[in-house]
């Protein structure tokens, strides 16, 4: 078994560096953003520095100042609005399920996406500290909460060059099952 990669935000060029399928343990300052989230940022600007920034797909359960639980949420549904940020500097972004074609090919040379796996919510928040939030009228799950990771353990789903270990396996189980539709 390799041993992980650690990384501490802001990512720089070593992002460009990993491979589909890498270990990883991230450090440093995280945010999170779902859709409504996404649409805010969109419309009224990023609030934090996006340079080197990893966006975490999440919508967390905070309760008197502490992350709780903050599992993945199902990635893809950020598929349109993931762009401005990759434009904008963000160089990581995690969730569960991996993203669609279009975030594969703005990733490239840019950035990447780490995978987590849905339903460790628990394990996710042992890894955090609250730092602080935006957008908080939108609500617990919606805001943009800041959020100190210490060696959140992840997976590389889509490197920098393109390589995606969903799509990966989408094909592989086409070719092994397709012959039973």
Known sequence: MTVPVRLTTPLGDEVLRLRAGDRVELSGMVYTARDEAHLRMMEQGIPFDPTGAVIYHCGPVIGDGNVIAAGPTTSARMNEMEGFLIDKGVRGLIGKGGMGAT???????????????????????????????????????????????????????????????????RRQADGAFGKYR
């Not at 995978?115 to 935006?134: D, E, R």
């Not at 959020?147 to 799509?167: A, M």
């Open 103 to 169: 975030v594969r090919e703005q990733l490239k040379g840019k950035g990447v996406y780490f995978a987590f796996t849905g339903g460790c919510a628990a394990l996710a928040s042992s890894h955090m500290t609250l730092k602080g939030v935006f957008y908080e009228d939108l609500g617990m799950a919606e805001a943009v909460w800041a959020i100190e990771l210490d060696r959140l353990p992840l997976v590389v789903g889509i490197d920098s060059k393109g390589n995606d270990i969903f799509d990966a396996a």
